[in-house]
């Protein structure tokens, strides 16, 4: 059985910092792309960052330079540090597992970050 579970949201003042983790189980954690994406009210799941089975990252130009994702293949784990924390940063954030095709993404139960002004 597939599981991510994320963990570490809450709330946070803006110019904050948040670490998001992700304990993957059920799955070949080490040859996956992972990602985080985001979804706030009102508005579309959106891309947060991705992570390859090599280490490749990928950011929204949204997060560049706030935002830093890491992976633990030994822990099966990936992580995402969220630094200078801004309000529009507030939604649930939910962990991604992509094996790639003909697979379906796997996806954890999403985790909330709230940041006050």
């Known amino acids: 059985q597939v599981q991510l579970v994320e963990s570490g949201g809450g709330l946070v003042q803006a110019g904050g910092s948040l670490r998001l983790s992700c304990a993957a189980s059920g799955i070949m954690f080490s040859t996956y792309t992972m990602g985080w994406y985001r979804q706030a009210p009102g508005k579309q799941r959106e891309l947060v960052a991705t992570?390859?089975?090599?280490?490749?990252?990928m950011y929204a130009d949204s997060v560049k330079g706030r935002f830093i994702v890491s992976r633990d293949n030994a822990k099966n784990t990936v992580s995402l540090q969220m630094n200078s924390l801004k309000p529009e940063d507030t939604a649930i954030y939910y962990c991604?597992?992509?094996?790639?095709?003909?697979?379906?993404?796997?996806w954890g139960q999403g985790i909330q970050v709230t940041v006050s002004s």
């Open positions: 991604n597992g992509r094996p790639g095709w003909p697979y379906n993404d796997y």
């Open positions: 992570i390859t089975s090599g280490g490749t990252t």
